[in-house]
């Protein structure tokens, strides 16, 4: 996958999220989750972007980790709406299979881009 590829994706990604949050029930309880959702959900992207305009290897690698621990981030707000029945587990069933997708892609960026380091 080349850079350009994932930065659509990640944007996908990030657009994909924004539904989901939109249709969460109005508790404060949801409200809080669903912002946590998506700031981190639009941050991969954003993050990723960030990286491919990196001044040096070693900025790179650390923007790229940050690109990780947003993506991750993304799935734990994922998993806390579901299982607190705020959100129904098939509404978000996709997003985060991409998410998990989109994570191991960074993973494996990540760990080339150390071992090269």
């Known amino acids: 996958m080349t850079s350009e590829q994932l930065k659509q994706r990640t944007k ?3 657009l994909q999220v924004i ?3 939109d249709a969460l029930p109005r508790d404060v ?7 946590q959702l998506l700031r981190s ?4 992207g ?3 972007r960030a990286a491919c305009r990196a001044r040096s290897h070693a900025d790179f ?9 947003e993506a991750d981030e993304t799935l734990y707000w994922m998993e806390l709406l579901t299982e607190s029945g705020r959100a129904p587990k098939a509404a978000l069933a996709g997003l985060m299979k991409e998410g998990n ?3 191991a892609i960074i993973c494996a960026s990540l760990n080339t881009a150390r071992r090269r380091a």
Request: proline letters at 3%.
């Open 12 to 14: 996908a990604y990030a």
């Open 19 to 21: 539904r989901p949050v």
């Open 29 to 35: 309880c949801a409200s809080v989750l669903g912002r």
């Open 41 to 44: 959900g639009t941050s991969v």
């Open 46 to 48: 954003a993050n990723y």
């Open 61 to 69: 690698i650390s923007k790229l980790g940050i690109c990780e621990e």
């Open 101 to 103: 997708e989109l994570l």
